[in-house]
C-alpha cells in the first residue's frame, strides 16, 4: 500500500505559477521508485484528464498537449516525491490536481493504468 500526499495548491493570477509536490509513503518501506508517477486533473463537472506522467527513471516525460512548455514533471527518487512545475498559468488550468503511482514503470495517459492516487490539491487560476 502507498500513500500519496499532494501539497502546493492555490489561487494564483494567470501568467502566474505554482509547483505542486507529491511526497510518497508506504508500509515496510514500500517506494515508489519503481513506479511510473502521473499527475491528472479534473475541473467541474468534466472527467479526470492526464496532465503528465514520467517513468521510474525520470526520464521521458509526456503531457498534454495543452500544457507542453509550461508544465515541467520530475522526481527525486531517492526522496519518495514528484513534483509539477506550473508556469504561465491559463484559466482553463483550473481544477483539482491529482497525482498517481502508476501499476508499471512506464507512464500512461489512462487513469486506470495507475494504482494509487493522492487526496488532490486544488489550483484556481483567475483571470
Known amino acids: 500500500q502507498v500513500q500519496l500526499v499532494e501539497s502546493g495548491g492555490g489561487l494564483v493570477q494567470a501568467g502566474g505559477s505554482l509547483r505542486l509536490s507529491c511526497a510518497a509513503s508506504g508500509r515496510s518501506g514500500r517506494t515508489i521508485s519503481n513506479n511510473a508517477m502521473g499527475w491528472f486533473r479534473q475541473a467541474p463537472g468534466s472527467g479526470r484528464e492526464f496532465v503528465a506522467g514520467i517513468n521510474w527513471k525520470g526520464s521521458s516525460p509526456s503531457y498534454l498537449n495543452s500544457v507542453k512548455g509550461r508544465f515541467i514533471i520530475s522526481r527525486d527518487n531517492a526522496k519518495n516525491t514528484v513534483s509539477l512545475q506550473m508556469n504561465n498559468l491559463k484559466p482553463e488550468d483550473t481544477a483539482v490536481y491529482f497525482c498517481?503511482?502508476?501499476?508499471?514503470?512506464?507512464?500512461?495517459?489512462?487513469?486506470?493504468?495507475?494504482?494509487?492516487w493522492g487526496q488532490g490539491t486544488q489550483v484556481t487560476v483567475s483571470s
Open positions: 498517481a503511482a502508476g501499476r508499471s514503470s512506464y507512464p500512461s495517459s489512462n487513469a486506470g493504468d495507475y494504482q494509487y
